[in-house]
T-cell receptor, first 112, second 116 residues
Framework: QQQVKQSPQSLIVQKGGISIINCAYE??????FPWYQQFPGKGPALLIA?????SEKKEGRFTISFNKSAKQFSLHIMDSQPGDSATYFC???????????FGTGTRLQVFP | GAGVSQSPSNKVTEKGKDVELRCDPI?????LYWYRQSLGQGLEFLIY????????KSGLPSDRFSAERTGGSVSTLTIQRTQQEDSAVYLC??????????????FGPGTRLTVL
């Protein structure tokens, strides 16, 4: 019940394409779903986050889609750029201030 | 301002030795977290400090792992009698620790631990 399952493990996209990463959770008590971006040798950095009372949140080229009934959420990166090449982690917590339960990560490579 | 800092950045040790990893959180952040990132794995929660409350140690994998936070600021993660399976990147994060759901965890660059 504590798991967050993430797919795919790796993703290759051409510049300008759409990158889609999916996550699923089991614990309906989770109420905070952030996405973190991690570059090699760096710690993860918050990219965008959503609460389950909305179905979508958009920030620039990054959008989270949230399906509460299916217990799934996804990250969409529009107009993907080589600079977006990084590892992306979804996560969940019971509250914004609590420990995060992370997915296993998706390594995104965007080729020019 | 300064972010979360961790030291050392890399640590190589022999099996059976003890190691100490240090985390300096962002000034003013009352919450501090330790996570472990193993090769090909996600981040695994280890321990969480919030102000003067008792720490949440539910993620510590064994009694060889311990952590303390002195003066509500710097934290040290200690691994005793290290094993090869302890090899991983140990990440520290801090947050304001308020009650807002938007309380963001800011991560340090991590300490890469290699146990030979």
């Amino acid at each position: 019940q504590q798991q967050v399952k993430q797919s795919p493990q790796s993703l290759i996209v051409q510049k300008g394409g759409i990158s889609i990463i999916n996550c699923a959770y089991e614990n309906t008590a989770f109420d905070y779903f952030p996405w973190y971006q991690q570059f090699p040798g760096k710690g993860p950095a918050l990219l965008i986050a959503i609460r389950p009372d909305v179905s979508e949140k958009k920030e620039g080229r990054f959008t989270i889609s949230f399906n509460k009934s299916a217990k799934q959420f996804s990250l969409h990166i529009m107009d993907s750029q080589p600079g977006d090449s990084a590892t992306y982690f979804c996560a969940a917590s019971y509250y914004g201030t609590d420990k995060l339960i992370f997915g296993t990560g998706t390594r995104l490579q965007v080729f020019p | 301002g300064a972010g979360v800092s961790q030291s050392p950045s890399n640590k190589v040790t022999e099996k059976g030795k003890d190691v100490e990893l240090r985390c300096d959180p962002i000034s003013g952040h009352t919450a501090l977290y330790w996570y472990r990132q193993s090769l090909g794995q996600g981040l695994e929660f280890l321990i969480y400090f919030q102000g003067n409350s008792a720490p949440d140690k539910s993620g510590l994998p064994s009694d060889r792992f311990s952590a303390e936070r002195t003066g509500g600021s710097v934290s040290t993660l200690t691994i005793q009698r290290t094993q090869q399976e302890d090899s991983a990147v140990y990440l520290c994060a801090s947050s304001l620790g308020g009650t807002s759901w938007t309380d963001t965890q800011y991560f340090g660059p991590g300490t890469r631990l290699t146990v030979l």
